[in-house]
């Protein structure tokens, strides 16, 4: 079970990297999250989003840890670490989709759709591993086991949070693809971790 574990775990953080790399950075729009947040602040109070990003997610981290435990700390390693290893590699290619870079309506609302499904498919299957890819992961998986939610719920209402705030310096229309993006990506990572799975009740 623990190299089932760790091959999703690599497996999703591939699927991520690359979504994020080569589709969801061409739809131009913001995100929800502790990304979000950096952008927030970098807006509001001019703070660099690599001091408040690693601040943010440290936190995140230490609370996952905390409430999580050892496992978590494995597994989100392995998952962050894979992520940094592929989008390093993914960020040498050539785009594989270079009819996005149009960023016509159209091709905005494309990026949109398939980022969200490869970041739900692979930060999906990082968290069935029980590792968290980024901060914003862990801090659902967390609140999703405190609060006892569904972790689609956790997802929703921090990234509407986050994107109601962004309003103040984000036109409407991207905020309306980033809500798309940030609801469809949370659906798929809730219906991940809904599917059934036999070697689990021998864990």
Same mark, same amino acid.
């Given at each position: 079970?623990?190299?089932?574990?760790?091959?999703?775990?690599? *497996?999703?953080?591939?699927?991520?990297?690359?979504?994020?790399?080569?589709?969801?950075?061409?739809? !131009?729009?913001?995100?929800? !999250?502790?990304?979000?947040?950096?952008?927030? +602040?970098?807006?509001?109070? $001019?703070?660099?989003?690599?001091?408040?990003?690693?601040?943010?997610?440290?936190?995140?981290?230490? +609370?996952?840890?905390?409430?999580?435990? #050892?496992?978590?700390?494995?597994? /989100?390693?392995?998952?962050?670490?894979?992520? /940094?290893?592929?989008?390093?590699?993914?960020? #040498?290619?050539?785009?594989?989709?270079?009819?996005?870079?149009?960023?016509?309506?159209?091709?905005?609302?494309?990026?949109?759709?398939?980022?969200?499904?490869?970041?739900?498919?692979?930060?999906?299957?990082?968290?069935?591993?029980?590792?968290?890819?980024?901060?914003?992961?862990? =801090? $659902?998986?967390?609140?999703?086991?405190?609060?006892?939610?569904?972790?689609?719920?956790?997802?929703?209402?921090?990234? *509407?949070?986050?994107? /109601?705030?962004?309003?103040?310096?984000?036109?409407?229309?991207?905020? $309306? +693809?980033?809500?798309?993006?940030?609801?469809? /990506?949370?659906?798929?990572?809730? =219906?991940?971790?809904?599917?059934?799975?036999?070697?689990?009740?021998?864990?």
């Amino acid at each position: 079970m623990f190299a089932k574990k760790c091959i999703f775990s690599v *497996l999703g953080s591939a699927i991520l990297a690359f979504g994020l790399c080569h589709i969801h950075a061409y739809s !131009g729009v913001t995100e929800g !999250g502790v990304l979000g947040l950096t952008l927030l +602040f970098k807006n509001w109070w $001019a703070l660099s989003p690599a001091v408040t990003g690693f601040i943010l997610n440290a936190a995140c981290y230490l +609370f996952g840890i905390k409430t999580l435990g #050892r496992d978590f700390l494995i597994f /989100s390693v392995i998952s962050g670490g894979g992520f /940094s290893v592929f989008y390093a590699l993914f960020e #040498r290619l050539e785009p594989v989709f270079p009819f996005l870079l149009e960023n016509s309506l159209f091709t905005v609302f494309v990026s949109a759709i398939l980022g969200a499904v490869f970041v739900g498919v692979g930060v999906g299957l990082c968290i069935r591993a029980g590792g968290a890819p980024t901060g914003d992961d862990a =801090l $659902a998986m967390s609140l999703s086991k405190l609060a006892k939610l569904d972790i689609r719920i956790i997802y929703l209402v921090s990234d *509407l949070l986050v994107l /109601s705030l962004s309003l103040s310096y984000i036109p409407i229309k991207r905020i $309306a +693809f980033s809500l798309l993006t940030v609801i469809l /990506s949370g659906q798929i990572i809730g =219906l991940i971790q809904k599917i059934p799975c036999h070697t689990e009740k021998n864990t």
